[in-house]
């Protein structure tokens, strides 16, 4: 089995909260970085998890740094 890696949202350092995330990347080691289907919403600071193929992001902070009260999911790119 594979340990893929995932990097979900997050903070691309413009100020005012314009620089909030939506993308999501996988690293298999295998196939290295790969783009993954984007979030609904644009979040930092979130928690994510991984079940059956899918990514949960929760909470965070939105594009105007107001705080996130609901969960956003997607399928993952590739099957780890």
Known sequence: AYLCRYAIGGFDGMSGGAGMLRSTEVFDPRLGWI?????????????????????????????????????SCTSLAISC
Do not use: T
Request: glycine share 10%.
């Open 35 to 71: 783009s993954g289907v984007p979030l609904n919403d644009y979040r930092g600071y979130c928690v994510a998890l991984v079940k059956k193929n899918k990514i949960y992001a929760i909470g965070g902070l939105d594009q105007s740094q107001n705080f996130i009260d609901k969960v």
